[in-house]
Nanobody, 123 residues
């Protein structure tokens, strides 16, 4: 079992930055693929970014490419999402997810989920 806890969300003005953290416990996630998803009010949960255990594969949704960076510190069992140049449309609840398998953009294949952290971007 893996427990995931997100933190770092909040209210930020458009153009600003936030760094989200996803702390894992129960098992080390160093061998897991970890991803970030987000869900805006009234919309489907969508893929944001993913990072394989080796760091060999890192992938971003087109909407965030060049603005967001996913990284991990395996020693701390923590995955980060650095978000820069935030836009109003980035407002959502952000979730981290993990799976003991290869990289995927599908939310259906991730076994473990955090509770989410709210990110609100204001004008």
């Amino acid at each position: 079992q893996v427990q995931l806890v997100e933190s770092g969300g909040g209210l930020v003005q458009a153009g600003g930055s936030l760094r989200l953290s996803c702390a894992a416990s129960g098992r080390t996630v160093s061998s897991y693929t970890v991803a970030w998803f987000r869900q805006a009010l009234g919309k489907e949960r969508e893929f944001v970014a993913a990072n394989t255990w080796s760091g060999g594969t890192t992938s971003y949704a087109d909407a965030v490419k060049g603005r967001f960076t996913i990284s991990r510190d395996n020693a701390k069992n923590t995955v980060y999402l650095e978000m820069n140049s935030l836009k109003l449309e980035d407002t959502a609840v952000y979730y981290c997810a993990a799976r003991a398998g290869s990289y995927s953009r599908s939310k259906y294949v991730y076994n473990y989920w955090g509770q989410g952290t709210q990110v609100t971007v204001s004008s």
